[in-house]
């Protein structure tokens, strides 16, 4: 298992937390891996701080999004972090945004940490699945409309918007 010099303690110690939740995993979560295609193949385009598939096979990306993922002083996500989403979504991952302000407010306590994540998996699981019923919903109509937005749940619970031209 292959890691970079660049991984940073914040993202070691969402690993560790990961690693800790009592959930069943089809695999296990790792650190620093290459992102793969909807067939599943490893395609290489993005490297995903930490991956894992759910034990009903829905893949991970769980990223520990440091102070160079937000833009000042609005605090929005920079143009690449909005577009890694993006790639990470179309390849069929379920995005998971972990904010450093919001880590660092837990204070280093375990069990916070934990059900942290645990309520951050469940709004990204969520919102995907209310996603993906959306796009099949319009697909089923004579004609979609082209999609101006999507989103990825913060911290808050709150779908934080990108938008795109169509």
Sequence with gaps: E?????????????????????MQWSEQPAMEQLSRGRDGQEDGALLIDITAKTA???????????PDHYRQPDGALTGPTQYRNRALAARGYVVVSVPYFEWNKLRGDAHQRQQYLRRLMKQALQQASTNSAAAAGSSAGQQSRPQLSSGVTTSSGRVRRIRRAA
């Design 2 to 22: 292959q890691q970079s010099e660049s991984v940073t303690r914040f993202q070691k110690s969402v690993y560790a937390a990961v690693q800790q939740l009592p």
């Design 56 to 66: 009903e096979g829905v893949w991970l990306a769980i990223e520990a999004d440091g």
